[in-house]
């Protein structure tokens, strides 16, 4: 497989960005300013054996518990 990227910027919209790296999965998120698109594909490929390697679940756990942390210190509603 191979490394391969789009940043694409259609009117006043954000830059969307794509990133495939080389073990075929796929990246996308939006950025305001052309450079941190052009680094966010930089930071992928750099940690592709990290994001490979890493539990995505526990990560998304984690994610899910840090904002439910976040929301109860703000006065939130939590989530269920």
């Known amino acids: 497989m191979s490394r391969d990227f789009k940043i694409i910027k259609k009117g006043d919209e954000w830059y969307h960005?794509?990133?495939t790296d080389s073990y075929g999965?796929?990246?996308d998120n939006y950025f305001e300013f052309a450079h941190e698109a052009s680094d966010w594909?930089?930071?992928i490929?750099?940690?592709?054996d990290w994001f490979n390697s890493a539990n995505s679940q526990?990560?998304?756990?984690n994610a899910i518990k840090?904002?439910?942390e976040m929301d109860e210190k703000?006065?939130?509603?939590a989530i269920l």
């Open 45 to 48: 490929w750099s940690h592709e």
């Open 25 to 27: 999965n796929e990246y």
């Open 66 to 68: 840090q904002c439910k």
């Open 74 to 77: 703000a006065g939130r509603r």
């Open 17 to 19: 960005v794509v990133v």
């Open 41 to 43: 594909v930089n930071h």
């Open 58 to 61: 526990e990560l998304l756990y």
